[in-house]
C-alpha cells in the first residue's frame, strides 16, 4: 500500500520560509516522478512543483519560480519543498503526490496546511 505523509505546514509571516517533507512508503521511491500541488479555499488544486525520477530535472509554476526549490532524496524516500518569501498567496493546502511521469499521479498525501499571515 502506497503511503505519502506530507508534513511540515504551519503558520508564517509574509516574507519568512517553510520546509515541507513527503515521506513515501509502498513502493520503489526512487522510480517515479514527485509533485507538489496546493489547493486554496474556493479554488482548484494547482501545480507547484515536480521532479523526475532522479531529481535532475525539476519544472515549477511561474508563480513560485525563484521562490521555491523542490528535492528529493531516494535513500530517505522523501521529496522536499523549500519555501522561501513566502506571500499571502501562498496560503493552501499542500498536497504530494507520486507518478509514473510528470503528468499523471496516481497517489496523493493528506495535505499540510500553509498559511501565510500579511
Known amino acids: 500500500q502506497v503511503q505519502l505523509v506530507e508534513s511540515g505546514g504551519g503558520l508564517v509571516q509574509a516574507g519568512g520560509s517553510l520546509r515541507l517533507s513527503c515521506a513515501a512508503s509502498?513502493?520503489?521511491?526512487?522510480?517515479?516522478?514527485m509533485g507538489w500541488f496546493r489547493q486554496a479555499p474556493g479554488k482548484e488544486r494547482e501545480f507547484v512543483a515536480a521532479?523526475?525520477?532522479?531529481?535532475?530535472?525539476?519544472y515549477y509554476a511561474d508563480s513560485v519560480k525563484g521562490r521555491f526549490t523542490l528535492s528529493r532524496d531516494n535513500a530517505k524516500n522523501t521529496v522536499f519543498l523549500q519555501m522561501n518569501s513566502l506571500k499571502p498567496e501562498d496560503t493552501a493546502v499542500y498536497y504530494c503526490?507520486?507518478?509514473?511521469?510528470?503528468?499523471?499521479?496516481?497517489?496523493w498525501g493528506q495535505g499540510t496546511q500553509v498559511t501565510v499571515s500579511s
Open positions: 503526490a507520486s507518478g509514473r511521469n510528470l503528468y499523471e499521479y496516481d497517489y
Open positions: 509502498g513502493r520503489t521511491f526512487s522510480m517515479y516522478a
Open positions: 521532479c523526475n525520477w532522479s531529481g535532475g530535472s525539476t
